[in-house]
């Protein structure tokens, strides 16, 4: 049964009524057809918002493979905080929606309107990016016998060894988890947040309900996400240049498809 989410927002607000849709397990592969249209309605917009993706990812690859044994956290970091980098993306498709052009100053606009609760879930993703990179070099440690310098002695070769396999599973199982963590608590705040008024709080509550609300599409949803990801991490993150769009476009709509508006 469908969950009424209300919750108070400042007087001259007033109250938002919102509740959770169900929906069936095929409307994933709608969200990425429809970030598709997106991504074809706007392709230079959208290629930028990939390339400065793809940027980051290389940058932070250059600074890891100089730590090889870092290798796998940040990279694995770098996807657990791209809700916050796909802000822009989910401004762009909801200009779309409502028949407006989107455009790079509009997002920044935006930015700056909702500056306080992308904060908000910045600091939850930060914290979660943190832990990760700590169990990350936990397990490392535990498992290799190094720590600190010694650390940037160990290579990937060594920790891709066939006697390692259990360690490894251990490792991206834990690595799973902590982006589960994102995905449930995640999956729907900031589109919703630059959508209406909602505080942080709200916007996190939403989307654990949508997973609660629909374990199977949102089980599939999670899936496809994570192997895109890997498509585009196996080709050197240029794979991204249509990919991060197209996931960013594609998170919009299972916002809009989601949330229902009581007003």
Request: glycine letters at 4%; a positive charge.
């Given at each position: 049964m469908a969950q009424t989410i209300d919750t108070r927002q400042v007087p001259r607000r007033g109250r938002l009524r919102f509740h959770i849709?169900?929906?069936?397990?095929?409307?994933?592969?709608?969200?990425l057809a429809e970030g598709?249209?997106?991504?074809?309605?706007?392709?230079w917009?959208?290629?930028?918002?990939?390339?400065?993706?793809?940027?980051?990812g290389w940058w932070l690859g250059y600074y890891a493979l100089q730590r090889p044994v870092l290798l796998f956290g940040f990279l694995s970091g770098l996807l657990l905080i791209?809700?916050?980098?796909?802000?822009?993306?989910?401004?762009?498709?909801?200009?779309?929606?409502?028949?407006?052009?989107?455009t790079i100053r509009g997002g920044l606009r935006m930015v700056g309107r909702k500056l306080g609760a992308i904060l908000t879930?910045?600091?939850?993703?930060?914290?979660?990016?943190?832990?990760?990179?700590?169990?990350?070099a936990l397990l490392i440690a535990l498992k290799f016998h190094v720590a600190g310098q010694s650390a940037a002695a160990l290579s990937l070769g060594d920790m891709l060894q066939w006697h390692n396999l259990s360690w490894l599973t251990l490792y991206l199982l834990i690595g799973l988890a902590f982006a589960a963590a994102v995905f449930v608590t995640n999956n729907l705040s900031l589109p919703l947040m630059i959508d209406r008024d909602?505080?942080?709080?709200?916007?996190?509550?939403?989307?654990?309900?949508?997973?609660?609300?629909?374990?199977?599409?949102?089980l599939r949803w999670a899936a496809i996400i994570v192997g895109l990801s890997l498509v585009g991490v196996a080709t050197g993150f240029l794979g991204f240049l249509i990919l991060f769009p197209l996931l960013g476009y594609a998170?919009?709509?299972?916002?809009?498809?989601?949330?229902?508006?009581?007003?």
């Open positions: 849709r169900s929906i069936d397990r095929r409307r994933p592969w709608r969200w598709w249209h997106d991504y074809a309605a706007h392709p917009q959208s290629v930028l918002y990939g390339a400065l993706f793809v940027a980051a791209t809700p916050l980098l796909a802000t822009g993306l989910y401004e762009a498709a909801r200009c779309r929606r409502c028949g407006e052009i989107p879930i910045g600091a939850v993703l930060l914290i979660i990016l943190i832990a990760w990179l700590r169990v990350s909602a505080d942080a709080v709200t916007a996190m509550v939403a989307s654990i309900r949508a997973v609660r609300e629909n374990p199977g599409p949102m998170t919009w709509h299972s916002y809009a498809d989601l949330v229902a508006w009581d007003d």
